[in-house]
């Protein structure tokens, strides 16, 4: 696929999800690949409960121990909650205003519960994400409203799988090896998906030289139109045709538009 294309050519994106990604300023499936999380979770590793710090995010390996029970409170808000233990301890899965969660959890099912713990009263696990195994380091996107990560996530590993085959890297190999930098197809896969904190910095270096060597070359030849002007008046008119010449590869329509 073309990266160039509009979201909606991606499984999943409707007119409406496409409308909520253009508010974020996303309309290309380019724009989508190149939007970095804000942030990450790491769930690689389980923590046992009697281990759970208040205050942190963690993943727990749990056995819910009764039906999750639906409480309503004051102004049309509720509470959904839950007990889970591990060989360790117990605690309390809880949710706020995500009733449709009830349905899918059992009593005796085996789960992985990712969230922020909170031992201000009890030992509760707040709105955890539940896993059938453990996700790894999750990103955190920047939203607009009407959008979740797990959303974004799956319209972003949607986007990574259709078309990092055909993703033209504009870094010439020779040029990549000299440096110790991936390809871009697994700079975006580790920025978005790394399987590791060290892969997760190899991409944010690799993405960083790309955007510094564009940014010199366009600083090159801001100069030689500059010097040209006060030698000779001439028009600039095809200042981007220009500025592509000078590269060692063919921007993508993205970059030429940024």
């Known amino acids: 696929m073309n990266p160039e294309q509009p979201l909606t050519c991606l499984k999943g994106i409707g007119p409406r999800r496409a409308e ?11 724009d989508l690949l190149f939007f970095a999380p804000r ?11 009697m281990n759970g710090v208040h205050g942190q995010e963690a993943a727990f390996s749990l056995t819910i121990l009764a039906p999750p029970r639906l409480a309503r409170i004051r102004g049309g808000l509720n509470i959904l909650s839950a007990p889970a233990q591990d060989d360790s301890g ?11 969660r009830k349905d899918s959890l059992r009593e005796g099912q085996q789960i992985i519960a990712c969230g922020r713990v909170d031992k201000s009263r009890g ?16 990103p955190l996107y920047s939203l607009a409203r009407g959008l979740s990560q797990k959303q974004l996530r799956d ?13 033209q890297d504009l870094l010439p190999e020779p040029l990549r090896l000299s ?11 580790a920025l978005h998906f790394p399987g590791n904190m060290e892969a997760l910095s190899r ?9 510094m060597l564009l940014f010199r070359l366009m600083l090159g030849l801001a100069g030689r139109e500059r010097r040209a002007a006060c030698a000779i008046p001439m028009h600039t008119a095809g ?9 060692p590869f063919s921007p993508t329509q993205a970059q030429q538009n940024a």
């Open 20 to 30: 909520l990604l253009g508010k974020l300023g996303l309309f290309s499936v380019a």
């Open 39 to 49: 942030d990450y979770r790491d769930y690689a590793r389980v923590t046992l409960a």
């Open 90 to 100: 117990k605690l309390m899965l809880t949710w706020y205003n995500q009733p449709f």
């Open 123 to 138: 030992f509760k696990l707040l709105n955890p994400a539940i896993f059938s195994e453990l996700p790894g380091i999750l």
């Open 155 to 167: 319209m972003m590993r949607e986007a990574l799988r259709t078309c990092l085959p055909s993703l």
């Open 179 to 189: 440096y110790g930098l991936p390809p871009l197809s697994l700079a975006l896969q």
């Open 203 to 211: 991409a944010r270096r690799r993405l960083a030289f790309e955007d």
């Open 239 to 247: 200042v981007l045709e220009a500025f592509s010449r000078l590269l």
